[in-house]
């Protein structure tokens, strides 16, 4: 599986996610900050899921210096220059709403990506329903649905360690719930994190989950098959 990897020549970063934990406390300390009011490095660190500094402090809108410090960060970690870039994209591209046919048409060539990885996703052609929250709940709708990438998230961290060795899987690790605050979004913290388990050139089959995050809509994967949920309202993208 994951034959379209070529291990890159090993980095020299070494895995360390507490020495990056560290830097990134630092990184904050050097710089001004609208709604950071803690300064120093915590002795001992939190559980990365708990270090809600380093969750929020970097994606604030408003911080004059966010970019800058954000390179810093990004500057420690393998492949740290493609995923900024689409963290940069992300902050600075405002959703826009798509009907359901681009839905659709973003959604099958993603599947199809998927399932050329050996990973197991819904038939690209099968039938896609459009659920509306008008009649059925958001929490309805994805009470007993995964995403159809559920298998491609479930083995990003084995493919960032094939592309990337240990320190491209433990980045994966140190970075996923910082990301994830980036747009409260699994499908926009999986696509930034999409360079670490891939070469360049390779096709993305995360980039469709974000741009139809972007366009106000989230697939899923139930009993019945596959549907795309119309969150545009509930994003006060209409």
């Known amino acids: 599986m994951f034959g379209f990897l070529k291990r890159r ?18 990184i904050l300390d050097g710089y001004d900050h609208p709604e950071d009011d803690e300064k120093g490095v915590p002795d001992p660190l939190p559980d990365m899921m708990e270090d809600f500094r380093l969750q929020f402090a970097f994606w604030h809108s408003g911080w004059a ?34 009907g359901p046919e681009e839905a659709q048409a973003l959604l099958r060539p993603a599947l199809a990506h998927t399932r050329a990885l050996g990973l197991d996703a819904p038939d690209p052609e099968g039938p896609i329903r459009v659920l509306v929250p008008e009649l059925v709940a ?6 007993s ?5 559920i298998d491609l998230r479930d083995r990003m961290p084995d493919l960032a360690r094939a592309a990337e060795g240990e320190v491209g899987e433990a980045a994966y690790f140190f970075l996923s719930e910082p990301l994830y605050r980036l747009a409260t979004a699994y499908d926009v913290s999986a696509w930034v994190l999409w360079p670490l388990c891939a070469p360049p050139d390779a096709a993305d089959p995360t980039e469709a989950g974000y ?15 596959l549907f795309l949920y119309d969150r545009r309202a509930e994003l006060r993208l209409v």
């Open 145 to 149: 649905a995964d995403t159809p990438f």
């Open 211 to 225: 741009r139809l995050w972007q366009g106000g809509w989230s697939a899923g994967w139930d009993g019945e098959g």
């Open 65 to 98: 210096d966010g970019a800058a410090a954000r390179k810093q960060a990004f500057a420690i970690l393998p492949r740290g220059d493609d995923m900024l870039a689409r963290v940069e994209i992300v902050l600075a591209t405002p959703p826009q709403a798509i």
């Open 9 to 26: 020549s090993e980095s020299s970063i070494p895995p360390d996610p507490e020495a990056w934990q560290r830097r990134w406390h630092a």
């Open 138 to 143: 958001l929490q309805e709708a994805f009470g």
